[in-house]
Each structure stands twice: as structure tokens, then as C-alpha cells.
């Protein structure tokens, strides 16, 4: 197909169907809920670009989907370009220029387009030129990804940006390939302003040097230079573009934010991101900008080769709800054909529906906050001892996110400086496993149990950062064995496989669970579970071994009759009690003056490493919902449906009967 041919049928298109100009308004970023992410990193073997462009197939989609924003591919790890530029690399074979036909078919519909984009990892243009490249330890050059300080932003990156702004007036940039691709950078830059603000004399080469921790910092501060340059120059040449670093200030970032990024974003990949969208959505809620997550249409096989399995309907709405349900937008991956073609194969139907699903919910999650009820602590210094590189680790704590969610409690991921500005709203706070804390931060967790609060200590080697709190004596050092945890009272005993410490509680300590060596109740040892002990007026909680790595590989309910047991003796009353399933995620939260309770259906074999797609999930039993409420309200609707719920209001609580949670209810409480 010629260009003139391309533009003639566009033209004819529009003039077909003329409600397609201007059919939405234009959002920013902060304004937008649901979008769609394309890419396919293209290589030095693609050939005839933009050769199998079929307009009306992406109009149809764009059409029955409405997203808020669609992104595309411009450039990505390999580092060639999927547009014709003037200033990087391409493989320079292109039939029809694909982000021109892109951008005029988005035009049509006034639906903004971003560029998705390679930052830090770019192959092609590093390995072309070894002096922007970063420098290993050993001297030699990382022709894969780019130094800090080099000249890779302001000869490449920034350019481009500004180019495609200037030919294809695209509305944003979603940079990949950013935090999550840094590395110790031993450019000479680098390194000789490292000594001269230390003072140190040499550079740590490897993590057994002491002051290893000081380098990585370093580097964690020269990223967000980088990051800074590169987004300040974007909005000074262009007000008003909307830029984000694909992870940055996230799990794999877990810093306040200090850079001007429009918004926030990242994308789970391969199973069980029901389970991962929900852990990552709980670490960008809180940071105050505009954010979503992306999540991937399909489990690859070989994602270079294209080789897919794509995931249901279901899948995308049980990993949307989670998003959603604490305020975040959502969006979906799906892959560009190899000519930078929508590909045609993609579930159209699906995705209207998964549209439709999002939208009747968006007015009850837009821009809703959680209240606060318990707080996973994601210790920066924890973070940083655990992590050997620069950015780009996760979190082990994401598995006790799952078995705190799997026992229908609404938590929430509280960084540093969230503890620091937000500690005293949450009745319960719990250290998931970290042994390495800010000092100033623990000591005011101390001065907040003292006042009242509660805190639930998990883990071997965590615990043994509060010995002289918990009430316990401590026996021997933690170690890694086998055995069984529970007890008569928990309905059960299960075997585990764990890091744990030994304690023998003291007098006026109480107990929940003990430790087995034969499964049979009549043969507990001394050693419990966890325990309870009063400190100043509020409590702390121990819990003696790891639970986080166990409850991803080996889950047994009597982990969250445990964890339960713990939470009810902490905090009695929570602000909402789920009764009548198991498989019920539950999140609290508030928009504007009214309540909602969040109602996500987690069944599903998303947990199954040999599933890859699955298309029903059971419905879940009808449900008691207990709410904490200071006072009665006006009504209470079951959402997006907007039924009247009967309900009781005694003793400033609400007691109401839901009908079985398909995928996602809300429950909303009117006052």
C-alpha cells in the first residue's frame, strides 16, 4: 500500500464514519483512567515497516474500546528505531512510516499517544558508540547500557523525544528500560565525583568492600540526575508533555518522589499477576502523583519470537480490580506485529468488555483513597541491604502481601517517608520480615505502640530486632529447618519449611499456635508461633518465623488463621470483616464523603504455574460485611449496579448481606 493510498483511506474512513473526530475529550494523564500499551522492540531484522498497516482494523478497536491513551512502540532495548528518524538508528526499511499512521488514526478519535521508549538499555546506539557506555568494575565497557553522566541523554534520548514531538506532535513518553536497568556506573565521571565527596580514596568494587552501601547511594543519586536532566529539558521544550520512567519510584524504586515525572507506571508480566498487581498497586498508591499499571495481555512463551499465550477476559478484570480497587489506573500490553502493525488477532470483543468493566467502576475508583487499617513497612534500609544492585530488586514481602490480602484484611504498603508523614491513621502496623531499619523510624514506632498503636513483628531474623520488647527469651540463633505449625485451637497443623527463631515466652505473654515435631496435638513443644505482650498502652506482636517465601511456594490456610488470630488480638474491631469466603480480597476506602468497600473475587489458577489462561472463576458464597462506622448511614448501594442494600447499624456497626461477588463488587456507603 502507497502512502498516498494510506492517507486516502484514512480520509475515506472518517468521512464514513464521521462521529470518529473529536469523539472524546483530550485527557492528560492525571485525567485518564484506561488505555492501551503496544510495542514490539525493533530489531536490525525488521523489514518493510508499516507494510501491513491496516487502518480499519485499528479504528474498529479504538472505536468499541475508547481507551483515555494509547502508547506505542519508538524505540526499544535493542535500540533501533520504529520510526524513520534522523538522529538514532533504525534498520532504515520502511514501506510506510507506522507512527505517522498511528498518530493520524489516535487524531481521529482525539485520543492522545505517547511513545513507549528504551532510556538507560539501548544496544544499538550504546554499542555504536563505547563513550556513552557504563564502565564496569573491571574497566571494561557495558555496550548495553548507558552511563549516568555521559552524553547518551543529550545526544539521543532528548533529541528524539524532541523529534518525534516536533514530526508526529506526540503527547508523552513512557521511558522503559530506566531504574530497573541501572547498574554500579564506573565511568571516570562517576567515579572521581564519588571520591571527592566521600573522601574515600579508592572506589568499593564488589559488595564485601564497606562502604559498598555508600557507592550504590551514589549511583541511586546520579540516576535521578539522569532522570531529572532528561524529563526537565523534555517540559522545557514542550509544556505540558507528559513523561514517566517506566518503575521509578515503585517497589523497585521505594523512594520518596523528588524528580518532576508526570506520572507513575509499571507493567506486570507472566502469572499470578493478580497477586503482583495487587503488591505493586499498593507501593505507587501512596506517592503522590498520577499512576497506573500495565498489565501484560498474554503469558509469553518467546516474547522476542512472538510466541503468546493470551490471557482471558477474566484474567485482565480480576488484575484491573486490583488496580482499580486502590485507586490506580489500568492499561493493557499487547504487541505490535513486526511492521509496527496492530495486530488483528487481538480479542476485540475481550477488550470492549474489559473497557466496559473498568468504566462502570471508574467512578468509585478514580482518584479513591484507602483508610488506613494495617501497614506493611517497606524499610528503605532493609531494602538497601537486601538489594546488591542500584535499583531494579522487588521485595521478598510481596508473599506476606498475598497471605494479609488471602485473609481478607485491607493493607496497604507504606515506604519511609509514608511511615514517617502517616504512622499514627493505622491501627496496625507489621515489619514483614525486614531486619534493618531508619533508627529515627523505629523509634517512633516504639513511641507509637507506647501511645496506643499497635505492632506485629514478623520474621527470624526481624524479631530479633525488637528482642527486648516482645516479652520472649530468645533460644539459640535463628536457622533454616522443617517442622510443623499450629495448633488444636487453629483447627490444624501444617508443615513448613522456614527460617526461624526460637523464644520461650515470659510470664504475661501470651501465646497463639506452637511449634511440632509429630503431627499430633498431644506432643507441642515450648515453642509457640507467635505471641502477644502489652507495651505502654498498646501492643506488639511477634511472629518467630519467615512466612513471606513459604506462603508464594507452599500456602496452607493455617498461615492466615495465624496471621488472623495475631490481627484480631491487635485490633478486635477493624474498620470491615469479611465473612462467608475465603477467596475474597477486601479493600476499604473512601471517595469524597462515602465508604466503599472493595469486594475482588480472587478465585482463579493464576497461582498455577502450569496454567496460563483461564476463562471462569466461581462465583463466591453470599457475604456478611461488617463496617466500623462512627455513624448511620443514609444508605448503601451494591456498585456499579447501584442496588439498594438493606442493612443493621448497631453499636457503630454496619452489618449488611452481599450477594456473590462474580469478579469485583463495591459496596458503598452513603452518608
Same mark, same amino acid.
Given at each position: 500500500?502507497?502512502?498516498?493510498?494510506?492517507?486516502?483511506?484514512?480520509?475515506?474512513?472518517?468521512?464514513?464514519?464521521?462521529?470518529?473526530?473529536?469523539?472524546?475529550?483530550?485527557?492528560?494523564?492525571?485525567?485518564?483512567?484506561?488505555?492501551?500499551?503496544?510495542?514490539?522492540?525493533?530489531?536490525?531484522?525488521?523489514?518493510?515497516?508499516?507494510?501491513?498497516?491496516?487502518?480499519?482494523?485499528?479504528?474498529?478497536?479504538?472505536?468499541?474500546?475508547?481507551?483515555?491513551?494509547?502508547?506505542?512502540?519508538?524505540?526499544?532495548?535493542?535500540?533501533?528505531?520504529?520510526?524513520?528518524?534522523?538522529?538514532?538508528?533504525?534498520?532504515?526499511?520502511?514501506?510506510?512510516?507506522?507512527?505517522?499512521?498511528?498518530?493520524?488514526?489516535?487524531?481521529?478519535?482525539?485520543?492522545?499517544?505517547?511513545?513507549?521508549?528504551?532510556?538507560?538499555?539501548?544496544?544499538?546506539?550504546?554499542?555504536?558508540?563505547?563513550?556513552?557506555?557504563?564502565?564496569?568494575?573491571?574497566?571494561?565497557?557495558?555496550?548495553?547500557?548507558?552511563?549516568?553522566?555521559?552524553?547518551?541523554?543529550?545526544?539521543?534520548?532528548?533529541?528524539?523525544?524532541?523529534?518525534?514531538?516536533?514530526?508526529?506532535?506526540?503527547?508523552?513518553?513512557?521511558?522503559?528500560?530506566?531504574?530497573?536497568?541501572?547498574?554500579?556506573?564506573?565511568?571516570?565521571?562517576?567515579?572521581?565525583?564519588?571520591?571527592?565527596?566521600?573522601?574515600?580514596?579508592?572506589?568499593?568494587?564488589?559488595?564485601?568492600?564497606?562502604?559498598?552501601?555508600?557507592?550504590?547511594?551514589?549511583?541511586?543519586?546520579?540516576?535521578?540526575?539522569?532522570?531529572?536532566?532528561?524529563?526537565?529539558?523534555?517540559?522545557?521544550?514542550?509544556?505540558?508533555?507528559?513523561?514517566?520512567?517506566?518503575?521509578?519510584?515503585?517497589?523497585?524504586?521505594?523512594?520518596?518522589?523528588? *524528580?518532576?515525572? %508526570? +506520572?507513575?507506571? @509499571?507493567?506486570? /508480566?507472566?502469572?499470578?499477576? &493478580?497477586?503482583?498487581?495487587?503488591?505493586? #498497586?499498593?507501593?505507587?498508591?501512596?506517592?503522590?502523583?498520577?499512576?497506573?499499571?500495565?498489565?501484560?495481555?498474554? *503469558?509469553?512463551? %518467546? +516474547?522476542?519470537? @512472538?510466541?503468546? /499465550?493470551?490471557?482471558?477476559? &477474566?484474567?485482565?478484570?480480576?488484575?484491573? #480490580?486490583?488496580?482499580?480497587?486502590?485507586?490506580?489506573?489500568?492499561?493493557?500490553?499487547?504487541?505490535?506485529?513486526?511492521?509496527?502493525?496492530?495486530?488483528?488477532?487481538?480479542?476485540?470483543?475481550?477488550?470492549?468488555?474489559?473497557?466496559?468493566?473498568?468504566?462502570?467502576?471508574?467512578?468509585?475508583?478514580?482518584?479513591?483513597?484507602?483508610?488506613?487499617?494495617?501497614?506493611?513497612?517497606?524499610?528503605?534500609?532493609?531494602?538497601?541491604?537486601?538489594?546488591?544492585?542500584?535499583?531494579?530488586?522487588?521485595?521478598?514481602?510481596?508473599?506476606?502481601?498475598?497471605?494479609?490480602?488471602?485473609?481478607?484484611?485491607?493493607?496497604?504498603?507504606?515506604?519511609?517517608?509514608?511511615?514517617?508523614?502517616?504512622?499514627?491513621?493505622?491501627?496496625?502496623?507489621?515489619?514483614?520480615?525486614?531486619?534493618?531499619?531508619?533508627?529515627?523510624?523505629?523509634?517512633?514506632?516504639?513511641?507509637?505502640?507506647?501511645?496506643?498503636?499497635?505492632?506485629?513483628?514478623?520474621?527470624?531474623?526481624?524479631?530479633?530486632?525488637?528482642?527486648?520488647?516482645?516479652?520472649?527469651?530468645?533460644?539459640?540463633?535463628?536457622?533454616?529447618?522443617?517442622?510443623?505449625?499450629?495448633?488444636?485451637?487453629?483447627?490444624?497443623?501444617?508443615?513448613?519449611?522456614?527460617?526461624?527463631?526460637?523464644?520461650?515466652?515470659?510470664?504475661?505473654?501470651?501465646?497463639?499456635?506452637?511449634?511440632?515435631?509429630?503431627?499430633?496435638?498431644?506432643?507441642?513443644?515450648?515453642?509457640?508461633?507467635?505471641?502477644?505482650?502489652?507495651?505502654?498502652?498498646?501492643?506488639?506482636?511477634?511472629?518467630?518465623?519467615?512466612?513471606?517465601?513459604?506462603?508464594?511456594?507452599?500456602?496452607?490456610?493455617?498461615?492466615?488463621?495465624?496471621?488472623?488470630?495475631?490481627?484480631?488480638?491487635?485490633?478486635?474491631?477493624?474498620?470491615?470483616?469479611?465473612?462467608?469466603?475465603?477467596?475474597?480480597?477486601?479493600?476499604?476506602?473512601?471517595?469524597?464523603?462515602?465508604?466503599?468497600?472493595?469486594?475482588?473475587?480472587?478465585?482463579?489458577?493464576?497461582?498455577?504455574?502450569?496454567?496460563?489462561?483461564?476463562?471462569?472463576?466461581?462465583?463466591?458464597?453470599?457475604?456478611?460485611?461488617?463496617?466500623?462506622?462512627?455513624?448511620?448511614?443514609?444508605?448503601?448501594?451494591?456498585?456499579?449496579?447501584?442496588?439498594?442494600?438493606?442493612?443493621?447499624?448497631?453499636?457503630?456497626?454496619?452489618?449488611?448481606?452481599?450477594?456473590?461477588?462474580?469478579?469485583?463488587?463495591?459496596?458503598?456507603?452513603?452518608?
Amino acid at each position: 500500500m502507497t502512502k498516498m493510498t494510506s492517507r486516502l483511506l484514512i480520509g475515506i474512513l472518517l468521512m464514513s464514519f464521521p462521529y470518529f473526530n473529536n469523539a472524546q475529550e483530550k485527557l492528560k494523564r492525571a485525567d485518564s483512567f484506561f488505555g492501551f500499551h503496544f510495542d514490539f522492540h525493533a530489531t536490525a531484522n525488521d523489514k518493510d515497516l508499516g507494510k501491513y498497516f491496516n487502518e480499519k482494523d485499528l479504528m474498529d478497536f479504538l472505536r468499541l474500546t475508547k481507551p483515555d491513551y494509547v502508547q506505542i512502540d519508538s524505540k526499544g532495548h535493542p535500540g533501533f528505531s520504529s520510526y524513520p528518524t534522523k538522529i538514532g538508528y533504525s534498520a532504515n526499511s520502511f514501506n510506510q512510516d507506522p507512527m505517522r499512521l498511528w498518530r493520524e488514526v489516535t487524531n481521529s478519535f482525539n485520543i492522545p499517544l505517547y511513545v513507549h521508549y528504551s532510556g538507560i538499555w539501548d544496544d544499538r546506539g550504546i554499542s555504536s558508540n563505547p563513550d556513552w557506555a557504563r564502565v564496569n568494575a573491571d574497566g571494561s565497557k557495558d555496550l548495553r547500557h548507558a552511563s549516568y553522566l555521559g552524553p547518551y541523554s543529550d545526544k539521543l534520548l532528548i533529541p528524539q523525544i524532541k523529534e518525534m514531538i516536533d514530526n508526529y506532535k506526540i503527547d508523552g513518553a513512557w521511558i522503559d528500560g530506566d531504574c530497573w536497568a541501572t547498574g554500579p556506573d564506573y565511568s571516570p565521571e562517576v567515579v572521581n565525583e564519588f571520591l571527592e565527596v566521600t573522601g574515600l580514596e579508592t572506589v568499593p568494587l564488589n559488595t564485601e568492600d564497606p562502604n559498598y552501601g555508600k557507592w550504590l547511594d551514589f549511583n541511586r543519586t546520579k540516576f535521578k540526575q539522569y532522570l531529572e536532566h532528561y524529563v526537565d529539558a523534555i517540559h522545557t521544550y514542550k509544556p505540558g508533555f507528559q513523561v514517566a520512567s517506566n518503575w521509578a519510584y515503585s517497589s523497585m524504586m521505594p523512594e520518596k518522589v523528588d *524528580v518532576n515525572v %508526570d +506520572f507513575l507506571s @509499571g507493567d506486570v /508480566s507472566g502469572q499470578n499477576c &493478580v497477586y503482583s498487581a495487587a503488591f505493586q #498497586a499498593r507501593c505507587l498508591a501512596l506517592q503522590g502523583k498520577p499512576w497506573d499499571l500495565m498489565s501484560w495481555g498474554f *503469558v509469553p512463551m %518467546d +516474547f522476542s519470537a @512472538g510466541i503468546h /499465550s493470551p490471557k482471558s477476559l &477474566v484474567q485482565l478484570q480480576q488484575e484491573a #480490580a486490583q488496580v482499580m480497587a486502590v485507586g490506580g489506573g489500568f492499561q493493557v500490553y499487547f504487541q505490535q506485529n513486526r511492521d509496527a502493525s496492530f495486530q488483528n488477532s487481538i480479542d476485540v470483543d475481550a477488550m470492549s468488555k474489559l473497557a466496559e468493566f473498568c468504566r462502570e467502576r471508574q467512578p468509585f475508583c478514580q482518584n479513591s483513597t484507602m483508610i488506613p487499617q494495617i501497614a506493611l513497612w517497606y524499610s528503605g534500609e532493609g531494602w538497601k541491604k537486601d538489594n546488591k544492585g542500584v535499583y531494579g530488586w522487588g521485595s521478598n514481602m510481596e508473599g506476606l502481601n498475598n497471605l494479609f490480602m488471602d485473609g481478607q484484611n485491607s493493607v496497604e504498603i507504606l515506604m519511609d517517608h509514608h511511615l514517617d508523614e502517616r504512622m499514627e491513621k493505622y491501627p496496625v502496623i507489621v515489619i514483614p520480615e525486614w531486619d534493618h531499619f531508619d533508627t529515627i523510624l523505629k523509634k517512633r514506632l516504639l513511641e507509637y505502640v507506647q501511645n496506643g498503636g499497635n505492632l506485629f513483628v514478623m520474621g527470624a531474623k526481624a524479631v530479633n530486632q525488637f528482642e527486648p520488647y516482645l516479652g520472649v527469651t530468645f533460644v539459640e540463633t535463628n536457622s533454616h529447618e522443617q517442622f510443623n505449625i499450629g495448633d488444636k485451637d487453629l483447627n490444624g497443623i501444617t508443615g513448613i519449611r522456614t527460617n526461624w527463631q526460637k523464644v520461650i515466652p515470659k510470664e504475661g505473654t501470651s501465646t497463639i499456635g506452637h511449634v511440632y515435631h509429630q503431627r499430633d496435638y498431644r506432643f507441642a513443644t515450648e515453642f509457640p508461633v507467635a505471641t502477644i505482650v502489652d507495651y505502654g498502652k498498646g501492643k506488639i506482636a511477634g511472629l518467630y518465623m519467615d512466612l513471606s517465601e513459604s506462603y508464594n511456594v507452599s500456602r496452607h490456610p493455617i498461615y492466615n488463621k495465624i496471621v488472623n488470630n495475631v490481627l484480631n488480638r491487635l485490633n478486635p474491631v477493624p474498620g470491615v470483616r469479611v465473612i462467608g469466603s475465603e477467596k475474597i480480597h477486601v479493600v476499604l476506602g473512601r471517595k469524597e464523603s462515602n465508604k466503599l468497600v472493595h469486594l475482588i473475587n480472587s478465585d482463579g489458577a493464576h497461582f498455577n504455574k502450569n496454567v496460563y489462561s483461564y476463562s471462569d472463576v466461581t462465583p463466591s458464597n453470599s457475604l456478611i460485611i461488617e463496617i466500623k462506622s462512627d455513624n448511620k448511614p443514609k444508605a448503601i448501594k451494591l456498585q456499579p449496579d447501584g442496588k439498594r442494600l438493606k442493612f443493621d447499624y448497631q453499636k457503630n456497626i454496619i452489618t449488611v448481606n452481599v450477594p456473590p461477588v462474580d469478579i469485583y463488587s463495591i459496596i458503598e456507603v452513603e452518608y
